[in-house]
């Protein structure tokens, strides 16, 4: 178990070793990785760790160890968490038996989000698709053209031979729909785009 906030990791632990639990506890990168070492069931880590060492979530999945964010009301990190696929979410505000039940999700392979992380979760999502949503009037056609070929998961060249355009200029149009969209990705792209009714899959 890691967080920045030593009180805090303090009392949770007791509480959980109250319930015969064994942690091994950090509050820093450093700290995370050389626990890592030592083969943990599981990992429970605040978020602003991971964000302090952007490559420690991608360690963690490596080694397959499920992977419990502990985040702050209101975060808008979640979706992000939740599409990289972590195990679970647990607001640090809720209460041990919400975090019981996202840790006994965790080990069972079933991801539980907890009430208060899923309130941030959905209003992260619908802030989206509305930004996507706005998007739409903003969104050229051969940009549209482009995102629902992309949905159909054609690649740049095969969007390229279907348009009869270079792949310069496709690369171009994705990086503009990428950032119309507010996107990281070409698939969180799709995905917006879809929440917000622009293109359908096929």
Known sequence: MADRTPVFLR???SVLEQEELGVSTATSPAEMRDLLGKGPE??????RILRDDADLQ??????GIPLVVVVAPGDDAVLDLV???????WDREGDVAELRRVLNG?????????PEAAAGLLARIARASEAARGTAGRLTSR????????????GNRAIAEALF???NTVRNHVRNVLD?????????????????GLIRLS
Do not use: F, H, N, Y
């Open 11 to 13: 009392g949770l632990v």
């Open 42 to 47: 599981i990992m429970v880590v605040d978020v």
């Open 58 to 63: 991608a360690a963690i999945a490596a080694r």
């Open 83 to 89: 599409e990289d696929g972590v195990a679970g979410l």
């Open 106 to 114: 965790a080990q069972t392979g079933a991801p539980v989000v907890s």
């Open 143 to 154: 940009e549209r053209e482009i995102l629902q070929l992309m949905a159909d998961g054609s």
């Open 165 to 167: 355009i270079s792949e």
């Open 180 to 196: 119309k969209l507010q996107a990281r990705t070409r698939t969180e792209a799709v995905v917006r785009a879809v929440r917000a």
